[in-house]
């Protein structure tokens, strides 16, 4: 059966915005254009290739069932209470089952010596062996010699699998003839060969992943990696969730703002400029503190566990939206009152077209730019806040995966003895991808929309 | 001029009258008094008493608006909102929910916070200007191509990274400085500076591109142009008429965070156990402290006011075309 989490029913919405924005961007041939450019662009087109990636395992990670089994006892079918989603059962070999604690990533054994009793009354200190990975290889007993096979396998797997992509982008060049079909793979070698890089990476973590623990286990003998995975959804929900909050507030009240002027120019400017002025890591702190009172003492408004942290996690994104907001607002009042006075405004105002089909016919396709040059800014600085909110403990629930609580956790285990350093990698490499191809992203859209940009600098 | 600061004064007064009530309604409006007691005295097996109790010691038990049961100016000051939230504006913080009075606290802690904080702002800003002119001279080059990679990479890591990983290096491996405390006198110099560096490294990023992409607009103009068909050097050009005039962004983007660093850097602070305002703020929020929390949030916006005031002041000081009205 189907679960529709409040976060997932919004991030459908996202993706839906998405298409929708798409068909209208193939629509309109000026904006066609500066999309273009976007993709044209080695790292632009780089970047939308990983960031997509991220977003489909988000995607994934978002479509939640439940389970159905038989009961002997009433002999009727019922649900389990545990909820699962479409990435946990793809990825079931990584967290079917867990060790007893820590162990290195590709180990063979757990990473702290325990006492075992040897024969009758002898005790040996040892490290024992891992209960379900690391110990069955495939093709060899040497180690290396059997993860460079796998590799050596997933990498011909991954040749098959990209031509079959190949073949779904390229399909028009395709029926016309095979050298043609070779040629625009050639001509888009950046796509090609990121999309080649990326399926090569999932497939041989994959393959590895069920003979070790690529990545280690945590304390509870968790695999990191699949942490790692799961917090995938909740870095690109906080950065997508909270701007779909905002938009509405910070469109519709910069354009009353601006365009309408007067008394309620100074209401709207009052508003922003007081919630401006509160530090946002106080606000939102405050925010989440009265949520966490609110929770506490209201423990029966949330079913099961997975909806309370659920919850929260929604409430994050609309604090956080909440106080961003202000900023876009600004921007998009002063460009309004400068539309506000331009010929062509004037001249259908003169026609006699009504504020409302000004504002929607001039105002917002001219303010558009502005809207997604913020949004994709923003994304990158939401994603890295989250992980600072967990460690001051006002971010995502405890129980959510994140890799704010990954590195809230990591704190520990640098300081124990030896140190435990593999969770902290695993947050860190996962954060850096997302982080850094967002950023190249939004500097190459902001290449394409800003009509201040200097192109030839950059 | 003066009468401008004065109306600029007063224009900040409605702002603060909309900061409390907000942070007013966010902590009794939203949740009740009681719930805040029951939450801090633990969920179960609480009793009325219990609460009345803890509401009384910390002068919860009034009314938020309006006491009844006191007659004249009274019935006004006796209540929760004159207390806790009016009082704010003549700096009368009270007592934090653990009994403590924070006033005093923020006096002793603020000073630890702008230790960090002003050599943090000052060092960064030599460093970061220093390498948006080298990336700038050499624009449209390969140095300045892998440069704007290499800051990019820089903004991408969290801060959480950093200072893990230079505590990690520098202090467990290879035991230049002590992890984390402080001091008072000179001795407090072992203990800020590895915050300072981390602090300024992690600014490297973000503020080289910023400075950067300042110049570069500046170069544009069409004075720069002259400069260059004087004859003038390109090193001459850059130092002495974009650097120049590329300091009026520069001056007032610095001033507005001039008050706030006496605010601190909560992350940085409760890494290093700095004892300033930052790490002050965290403790209160894991504690939930909720008296601490509420005037840090005056007091941050205060700051924030302020010192836009002091960059109106600063731009007429640096930019004689501006006049204020």
């Not at chain 1, 994934?60 to 059962?89: A, C, P």
């Not at chain 1, 949330?302 to 309370?308: A, T």
């Not at chain 2, 003038?232 to 962004?249: D, G, R």
Request: include cysteine; glycine fraction near 6%.
């Amino acid at each position: 059966m189907f679960i529709f989490l409040l976060t997932d029913i919004f991030f459908y919405f996202i993706i839906l915005t998405l298409i929708v924005y798409t068909a209208y961007v193939l629509k309109t041939p000026d904006i066609r254009e500066t999309w273009a450019y976007v993709f044209r662009n080695k790292t632009g087109i780089l970047s939308i290739v990983v960031l997509s990636f991220f977003v489909l395992i988000a995607l994934v990670d978002s479509i939640h069932i439940k389970n159905k089994f038989y009961d002997e006892k009433t002999k009727e079918y019922i649900y389990n209470s545990e909820i699962k989603s479409l990435l946990d059962i793809v990825l079931m070999p990584m967290h079917y089952n867990s060790e007893k604690s820590y162990s290195a990533p590709f180990s063979s054994h757990l990473y702290s010596k325990e006492t075992v009793k040897q024969g009758s009354n002898s005790e040996i200190r040892v490290y024992p062996d891992l209960l379900y990975k690391g110990n069955h290889n495939k093709f060899s007993d040497d180690k290396a010699y059997n993860i460079s096979i796998t590799l050596i396998i997933s990498f011909i797997k991954s040749f098959f699998i990209c031509f079959l992509i190949y073949m779904l982008i390229f399909y028009r060049t395709l029926f016309k003839n095979y050298f043609n079909f070779f040629l625009s793979i050639k001509k888009n070698n950046t796509l090609c060969f990121t999309i080649f890089l990326i399926v090569f990476i999932s497939i041989s973590i994959y393959d590895l992943s069920l003979q070790y623990y690529v990545l280690g286990t945590d304390k509870v003998g968790v695999d990191v990696l699949y942490k790692s995975i799961k917090s995938i959804r909740t870095g690109i929900l906080i950065g997508t969730l909270t701007t779909i909050v905002m938009l509405p507030f910070a469109i519709f009240l910069g354009i009353f703002a601006g365009y309408v002027g007067g008394f309620v120019d100074d209401i709207i400017q009052y508003i922003y400029t007081t919630l401006n002025s509160i530090p946002s890591v106080l606000l939102i702190a405050s925010a989440i503190l009265m949520l966490q009172v609110y929770m506490a003492n209201n423990p029966l408004d949330f079913e099961n566990i997975y909806e309370r942290a659920d919850l929260r996690l929604f409430f994050l994104c609309m604090i956080l939206g909440l106080t961003s907001w202000t900023g876009l607002c600004r921007l998009l009042r002063g460009e309004s009152m400068k539309l506000r006075e331009v010929d062509y405004v004037q001249a259908s105002k003169t026609f006699g077209l009504s504020k409302l089909s000004i504002i929607i016919r001039h105002i917002i396709p001219n303010i558009m730019h502005i809207v997604i040059i913020t949004v994709v800014l923003d994304f990158s600085a939401l994603v890295l806040a989250e992980a600072v909110l967990s460690y001051v403990n006002i971010g995502v629930d405890p129980t959510t995966f994140s890799w704010g609580n990954m590195i809230n956790a990591a704190r520990l285990e640098m300081s124990r003895e030896p140190v435990v350093w593999w969770s902290l990698f695993a947050a860190f490499l996962f954060m850096f991808i997302l982080v850094l191809f967002a950023n190249l992203f939004s500097d190459v859209v902001r290449d394409a929309f800003d009509p201040r940009a200097n192109k030839n600098y950059e | 001029m003066i009468k401008y600061i004065f109306k600029r004064f007063l224009y900040a007064i409605p702002i603060l009258i909309g900061v409390n009530l907000l942070t007013f309604t966010l902590f009794f409006v939203v949740n009740s008094p009681e719930d805040v007691a029951r939450l801090h005295l633990g969920n179960k097996r609480v009793t009325q008493e219990q609460i009345q109790t803890w509401n009384e010691e910390r002068g919860y038990n009034r009314p938020l608006f309006y006491n009844s049961s006191e007659s004249g100016l009274k019935s006004v000051q006796e209540t929760i909102f004159y207390e806790k939230s009016f009082k704010l504006f003549i700096f009368e913080f009270g007592l934090s929910d653990s009994g403590r009075d924070i006033k005093n606290d923020i006096k002793q802690r603020m000073w630890p916070s702008l230790a960090i904080a002003l050599p943090t702002l000052l060092v960064g800003l030599l460093i970061n200007i220093t390498f948006a002119l080298f990336f700038v001279f050499f624009r449209a080059t390969y140095i300045d191509y892998i440069g704007v990679i290499f800051c990019v990479a820089l903004m991408s890591i969290s801060s959480l990274f950093y200072i893990i990983g230079g505590q990690y290096l520098i202090s467990k491996l290879l035991h230049l400085v002590p992890i984390s405390g402080y001091a008072q006198g000179y001795e407090a110099i072992k203990f800020l500076i590895l915050p300072v560096i981390i602090s300024v490294i992690y600014g490297i990023g973000s503020g080289t591109r910023w400075y950067r992409s300042l110049f570069l607009e500046e170069i544009e103009k069409d004075y720069v142009k002259t400069a260059r068909s004087k004859g003038l050097s390109e090193a001459s050009v850059l130092f002495n008429h974009v650097f120049k005039n590329a300091l009026i962004p520069i001056l007032t983007g610095i001033v507005v965070i001039l008050p706030l660093l006496f605010m601190g850097s909560l992350i940085v602070e409760s890494f290093f156990g700095i004892p300033g305002l930052g790490s002050y703020t965290i403790d209160a929020i894991q504690s939930q402290d909720f008296a601490i929390v509420r005037a840090m949030v005056f007091l941050g916006t205060l700051l924030y006011i302020f010192g836009l005031i002091l960059t109106d002041i600063a731009y007429t000081l640096v930019d004689p075309r501006v006049r204020l009205k």
